[in-house]
């Protein structure tokens, strides 16, 4: 079984920063890409950022400049570090990993249950 829990929403003013993060635990063999989705109240969930295992990033148009994904792959934890933060960043950010279990032949999807980012003008 593979658990991903993600830690550092909240709420923050026009401008603000925060930082996510999110470690994956359990049943891993090996973890390909990690990344950041979200999804604001009414609106299909979203690609926000992604990084591979040796570390690429990919970044939605919308946070460039903004947002930097990172990883640790000794601790199998991702961050997001927001700055300049909007009131349309306002979502529940989801952390997605893309990797193996030891009790799968398939390399899958995993979410994290989600953390409120909230962003006051």
């Known amino acids: 079984q593979v658990q991903l829990v993600e830690s550092g929403g909240g709420l923050v003013q026009l401008g603000g920063s925060l930082r996510l993060s999110c470690t994956a635990s359990g049943t891993i063999f090996s973890i390909n890409r990690l990344g950041w989705y979200r999804q604001a109240p009414g609106k299909q969930r979203e690609l926000v950022a992604t990084i591979t295992s040796i570390g690429v990033a990919n970044y939605a148009d919308s946070v460039k400049g903004r947002f930097t994904i990172s990883r640790d792959n000794a601790k199998n934890t991702v961050f997001l570090q927001m700055i300049s933060l909007k009131p349309e960043d306002t979502a529940v950010y989801y952390c997605?990993?893309?990797?193996?279990?030891?009790?799968?032949?398939?390399?899958?999807?995993?979410w994290g249950q989600g953390t409120q980012v909230t962003v006051s003008s």
């Open positions: 997605n990993a893309y990797l193996k279990s030891t009790t799968s032949l398939f390399t899958e999807d995993y």
